[in-house]
């Protein structure tokens, strides 16, 4: 599930501006947005999955954000199991939760979710993060089984991830079926060719956000020419192969973008295109309309 990224812009001013950013693909099932607290720790501008535990992607008030991907190297096999069922033994959403009330830096959160892998009992649901923070750090964070590996792109200036990992299991990777290694290496390489974009031209957070907005919106013309879904589609609708390990059609439930220098989260409730963006400013209460 999910195309996701973090980018640091610098407009005329010189000033930074770090932008995060996640589509939420899953087989349908119920989400939420909202601000999470935990007591004595930071608040968060977060996205959940029901049937998930914890926070699937967020920013908290210091300007952290944890985003998370699922990661794999299996082939999803139909087996008739509920799309609620493919979050079972699913670490990711509680270990973020903690990191973002936690944590002030994106160092302070690589550390935490590598303790939190490297302490677990058994394998569990694999994963790629992009962590960030309101200082320009980029960190990737990735594990499947009981392998983790982590990556600074902080000097790039840019990092994304669509449901692969780069620093670990490279030879299970590459002898997937073609439907998902294409489907993620289409998505990525959209993905770092936006950023790559807006980082060579000095790009000011708001042209940056409308172009991530129209990134998470964005679909590939389909062999047949006539729009339907097709592998490779930042937004789904309908997807098979590649964006996790259920074996169920995929849409995006959710296109999300976090400021961490605004303490923002613009949000769509369904997909990006269709449904109109709002956002949610930590510190104030309810939501606004947002025409990005």
């Known amino acids: 599930m999910c195309t996701i990224g973090a980018i640091v812009c610098r407009g005329p001013d010189g000033n930074a501006a770090v932008l995060g950013f996640k589509n939420s693909d899953s087989p349908p099932v119920g989400y939420w947005h909202g601000i999470a607290g935990a007591e004595g720790g930071y608040a968060s501008l977060a996205y959940g999955i029901q049937p998930q535990k914890g926070v699937n992607a967020g920013m908290n008030e210091r300007g952290v954000m944890l985003i998370s991907s699922y990661f794999g190297c299996e082939i999803p096999a139909p087996d008739g199991r509920p799309a609620e069922s493919f979050w079972l033994n699913d670490l990711r959403g509680s270990a973020q939760a903690e990191a973002l009330a936690r944590c002030g830096t994106a160092e302070e959160a690589l550390a935490l979710m590598l303790e939190r892998y490297r302490e677990t009992a058994e394998p569990t649901v694999g994963g790629s993060h992009v962590i960030a923070d309101r200082g320009g750090k980029l960190l990737v964070f990735e594990h499947e089984g009981m392998e983790t590996a982590w990556h600074d792109d ?77 592998s490779g589609d930042i937004c789904a609708d309908g997807v098979m192969h590649g964006r996790s390990n259920a074996a169920l059609p995929h849409v995006t439930l959710s296109g999300l973008i976090w400021d961490a220098s605004a303490l923002v989260m613009h949000y769509t409730a369904g997909r990006p295109g269709r449904a109109p963006w709002q956002k949610i400013i930590l510190g104030t209460r309810g939501t606004e309309p947002c025409w990005i």
């Not at 449901?163 to 770092?192: F, T, V």
């Not at 172009?211 to 590939?220: C, F, N, Q």
């Open 154 to 230: 902080s000097a790039q200036g840019w990092a994304a991830r669509s449901n692969q990992a780069l620093g670990l299991k490279s030879a299970e990777q590459a002898s997937l079926p073609e439907a998902i290694r294409s489907d993620r290496e289409l998505r990525l390489a959209k993905a770092q060719e936006t950023l790559a974009s807006l980082v060579r031209s000095g790009c000011g957070r708001e042209d940056a956000v409308k172009a991530l907005a129209s990134l998470l919106a964005s679909k590939r013309v389909s062999e047949d020419g006539t729009g339907a879904s097709s």
